[in-house]
């Protein structure tokens, strides 16, 4: 089943187009990464799919169904979690009530379920150990890795990643990388937004490169990586896999 | 030193009485011009989707921030008469309730417009990705701006909203001009049985003096409670 149907989308900015006719679906379980040049418009076309950003046209069928409504956007939102690129993780909770707090104001579930829950998850995560920290006390790492358990405890049935590790240090970006493996692994589906090459040729089910506002090509990790078909792909990934 | 304590001594029923007015009088003005200044500034950015509120916001805020106090207090307390808008003038504490009504409608509009452009910096001041996270989660717009956003921009601006109260405090004194028994009044009333012009005034200033610093240092307390979150 597709998660998500994505007909003739384009958003501008003003006079500035930013996409420009994006069709494309994900399916249930796939794992997509889509990589390219920064202004591609590769953020934008992420945030267009949970409605943090509105589209300027087209339409977003989320599990079959046309999104034309907030109350759509929010009911999806709910379901299709969000990992920033700078975690934006709410500094005045710990980090145990950062995990709660949303399942307990939005879907009403018990304190005590709420916190069994965020406990878990702080686990898979590996930082049970900091559930009564406060965010500013962590490091980037620490906090991305919060974030994600944050999206988790809504019980998603798809996370969203925006860049979620190219505000860290390069020593912390492993551990995200590796909580975001095993959730690939786990069989969440998954959009992620980045600019690790590795990740995305050892976890993509499919990798989409788009430049300029376009889906320029799509294909599975080894095609686009070993014989990339556009020249714009060729010279994108010739510049960043020689770095 | 001794005529001033002697005054303090005799007139001490007046000056507490006054007190309590002033403190009354300014701490509910504050709470509810609070309270209105954060609607107005959700307004102020169009929060809700409703352009006319937004210009009625920025009309409203030009006028009460354009026009001095006194007139404002003045216009209150004959004006909303003149308008059809009556109060019981029943004792309440000792004093009119009309008059004191009329006073703490003056000063909460008054709060309000200062209020609403302060709260605004304030929640503008916040990161915007606060307000994605929240939404990100399934939060509505204006579940995440009471929840997430606006508690964040309050706390940053609670050194801010205790100056503003401690400005109430002081230019709440302007209402003994409706014939309110602030604690302003107090002093004039003083002033017109003793026969002495001084020592009144010097009462009262120090009565202002001692209120407003217990006001920052609450302040200060609370911002100290609230800290713990800043990390290192």
Redesign the interface.
Known sequence: MSVFTIKNLEKSFGDHEVLKDINMTIDEGEVVVIIGPSGSGKSTFLRCL?L?ETPTKGEIYYKETLINS?TDA??L??DV??V?Q?F??????TVLKNVMY?PM??KNISKKKAEEIARDLLVKVGLEDFADD????LSGGQQQRV?IA??LA?QPSMLLFDEPTSALDPELVNDVLVVMKNLAKAGMTMAVVTHEMGFARDVADRVIFMDKGYIIEEGKPADIFSHPKNERTQIFLQRVLAS | MDVVLNIAAKYGDIFIMGTKITIITSAVATVFGLLLGILLALFRMNLFNFKPLYWLTIIYVEIIRGTPLLVQIALAFFGLPLLGIHFPSVEFMGVEFDRMFAGIFALTINMSAYACEIIRSGIQSIDPGQMEAAKSLGFSTWRAMRKIVLPQALKNLLPVLGNEFIVMVKASSQVSVIGLADLMFSATTVQGISFQPFPPLVIVAVIYLIITVIISSLIRLMENNLSKSNGR
């Open positions: 949970n943090l907030k929010r009911r939102r709910q979690g969000m920033f700078r934006n993780l709410f500094p005045m909770f949303a104001e939005i406060y965010p500013a006390t974030a944050r999206a809504m």
